[in-house]
């Protein structure tokens, strides 16, 4: 696998490959001593254009827990922001002998162009690239799943057969929806997609998912998951709903939908949480809820990934 990109090419054999040395890495915070020589002598770059606290902080834990030498390099207040192009960074990047470069772009497809072009010879992870995909985020979201529907002592080697995930909200706007739709799928899973028509793309005719609009009838099926998005309020230009009043009512994790729920239902939340908005306090912090554990999963998913990419796993690519 040479570079992690996009969920929408993965095999079901590599995402289980990948969701299975997590179980590994995962077992590694359970250690007194947290720590791996995997990938020591090897140089990480997290090259982050956007702002971003859960990520870059989850991939720094992985890198370290791992052994690896990190160059943490924010647009902000460096070169990118005197009007320094992505080739040059890649070139500077290159020159001072980085081994593997996580990026954060908001313009779609940048992580690809990193990949395809020759300025850097290195894995390149994409840590979220636009309106594109986050396929990090994914699999520790599938990796959440796995373990709470199987078991963690049963999980290794297992999809998703059977499991209905129900996603809400931004899906227009949401990196982190199109890379859960490729690959729930990819593990079996049945896909649907809820949210104001506004805020649903316009051409999802290739997408392996059910569309919706009436969140209560999604409800209704009682789902393995909910699976709650941010409104991201940061990437809209227009008004796509009337107000955060309506918005909440038609489309939030009130406690009333909450209640209504089967006890065995996921609540999910890639973060940050807007309560009150899209979720409430009372779904958030029940039992039910796996978003700290979608925290703590996601150091020992991005381990796997770095492991995997930087020390020459296998052959064959996630691009």
Known sequence: MKHLLSTKGMTRDDAIMLLDIAEDMSDVGDREVK????????????????????????????EKRLSADVINFGAKGSS??????????????????????????????????????????????????????????????????RRRVHGRSAARGKGLDGCHIVIVGDI???????????????????????GPP????????????????????????????????????ERMHDAFFPNTREYAKNWGLGEARFRGLPDATMVMH????????????????SPQSTVLEQVANGVAVRM????????????????
């Not at 929806?177 to 593990?187: D, E, F, G, H, I």
């Not at 890639?270 to 912090?285: F, K, T, V």
């Not at 796997?304 to 691009?319: K, N, Q, T």
């Open 304 to 319: 796997a990934a770095l492991y995997v990419l930087c020390s020459g796993e296998r052959s064959g690519s996630a691009s």
């Open 80 to 145: 990118v922001s005197k009007g320094e192009s992505l080739k040059d960074t890649a070139q500077t990047l290159k020159a001072i002998g980085a081994d593997a470069v996580v990026i954060r772009h908001p313009s779609s497809g940048a992580p690809q162009l990193l990949a395809e072009r020759d300025w850097i010879d290195a894995p390149i992870l994409n840590a979220g690239d636009g309106m594109h995909e986050h396929p990090t985020q994914a699999l520790l979201d599938a990796f959440t799943l």
């Open 270 to 285: 890639p973060g940050p949480m807007n309560r009150g908005l899209e979720i409430s306090s009372i779904a958030a912090d």
């Open 172 to 194: 227009l706007h949401s990196r982190v929806a199109r890379s859960n739709v490729w690959l729930l799928t990819t593990l079996g899973a049945e896909v649907t997609l809820v």
């Open 35 to 62: 720590k791996l020589p995997a990938l020591r002598g090897i140089t990480v770059v997290n090259l982050f254009y956007e702002d971003s606290t859960r990520t870059r902080i989850s991939f720094e834990a992985a």
């Open 198 to 233: 506004t805020l649903v793309p316009v051409r999802t005719e290739a997408w392996p998912a059910t569309i919706t609009s009436d969140l209560d009838t999604a409800l209704a099926t009682d789902p393995t998951a909910v699976m709650l998005l941010r409104i991201q309020a």
